[in-house]
């Protein structure tokens, strides 16, 4: 990891590997600044009809304009959100209002989906909404011809991820997106791309997603930003009223400061081609590394096909949080799973069969373009140490 990240992230706090960049990444100094320079230089609303408020409006435009560049997006096509959260609820919940109720009230999604969308869900069947959840295989993945299988003619949301946030299985998005049209012409397609953009090539247009959600904190910028990328000519009703910003959609001043600083970090990401060989490299070096450790075997729940830069393993006989717990004492930072889910049994493994034994001895390592192979070396070596440790803890 660079000096200068590291600094950011471990504040002198003996940090050596932070290896859960899932759940949230170190900001760029060209974020920081960027944010910096908007708040004593972009202060104005950006609604405002004056010379201040223009400046604020000429900064949210160029922010938005790079941004849009990440997901292959026309620029106005963004409306943005607080984070990634708000906009899977934004999509969800403002997509399926805007039907009329005699359009159907059917939703089809997976069943490893990111918290945010399996919460609103949960709401709108006690709307009255019939909710078809695919379950993955036991590798983790879920074919594009069951997601369409699951389509009907009263379809009128699917809702499926670009990336996994647990194991980092790739959802077939391009390959389901023909065959949910001609099973479900009236259905919007919402793709939760939070995981994937900026480190994948992601293409909402190209695609023909309707709807598409992204979060700024996961590619180096501050958390409390995110957008939605809303089709030309699909309506989503509002859910935060009282404001004519983000064309109606998505009411409140926007936060210049931290739309500035999303787009300063779109900026910096490097090529897509540089971060998948740093990230295979890195994953091959992980896997090789571990399956080398002595006197204990490491099971690899991550499908073959995962992106790289998401690493799922079990520990046999060492729950998660002990393994988190003693890895972050030794300045090594993973994760039992998401962020989201307080501590909670992941529902991504249970959904994929996983026996209880390894659901709860899962860890999550997560790289991002400043992850170096000097950071798998100190996380191998403190799993090591953990091994020995809790093992004989646990014997005792």
Not at 225 to 234: D, E, F, H
Not at 269 to 282: C, G, H, K, V
Request: hydrophobic share 45%; net charge neutral.
């Amino acid at each position: 990891m660079s000096g200068l990240f590291l600094l950011i992230v471990s504040g002198g706090n003996g940090l050596t590997a932070y290896l859960d960049n899932s759940a949230t990444t170190p900001v760029c100094a060209a974020a920081a600044a960027a944010a910096v320079r908007a708040m004593n230089d972009c202060w104005g609303n950006p609604s405002s009809l004056h010379a201040v408020g223009d400046v604020a409006l000429g900064e949210l435009n160029s922010a938005r304009r790079k941004i849009a560049r990440l997901i292959g997006a026309p620029p106005e096509t963004l409306v943005f959100t607080s984070g990634g959260t708000e906009a899977n609820n934004l999509a969800l919940l403002g997509g399926t209002a805007a039907y009329t109720r005699s359009a159907g009230k059917h939703i089809v999604t997976t069943a490893i989906e990111h918290a945010s969308v399996l919460a609103c869900c949960d709401r709108l069947e006690k709307l009255g909404y019939e909710v078809t959840r695919v379950a993955p295989g036991r590798d983790g993945n879920v074919p594009a011809d069951r997601i369409a299988g699951a389509c009907r003619a009263d379809t009128v949301m699917v809702s499926v991820m670009a990336v996994n946030h647990e194991t980092g299985t790739r959802l077939p998005i391009q390959e389901m997106i023909p065959a949910v049209r001609a099973a479900a012409p009236k259905a919007l397609i919402h793709c939760d791309a939070v995981q994937a953009a900026g480190k994948l090539p992601v293409f909402a247009e190209r695609w023909g997603v309707d709807l598409m959600s992204i979060s700024a904190h996961k590619l180096h910028a501050p958390k409390g930003c995110g957008a939605l990328y809303v089709k030309k000519g699909v309506r989503i009703l509002s859910q935060m009223l009282g404001g004519h910003q983000e064309r109606g959609i998505r009411g409140g001043t926007e936060s210049i400061p931290l739309i500035a600083a999303f787009g300063a970090a779109a900026e910096q990401l490097p090529s897509f081609d540089e971060q998948d060989a740093l990230y295979r490299r890195l994953n091959e070096y992980l896997r090789r590394e571990l399956a080398a450790l002595p006197n204990i075997s490491v099971a690899f729940n991550s499908p073959a096909d995962a992106a790289s830069f998401i690493c799922n393993i079990s520990v046999p006989d060492i729950k998660s949080a002990h393994a988190v717990n003693f890895l972050s004492g030794r300045g090594v930072y993973v994760s039992g799973g998401s962020a989201c889910s307080g501590g909670k049994p992941s529902a991504v493994l249970t959904a994929m069969g996983l026996p209880a034994l390894m659901v709860e001895s899962a860890l999550r390592i997560s790289f991002a373009h400043t992850t170096s192979e000097c950071e798998i070396d100190e996380l191998v070596s403190a799993l090591h140490l953990a091994t020995q440790e809790l093992l004989v803890i646990k014997r005792t």
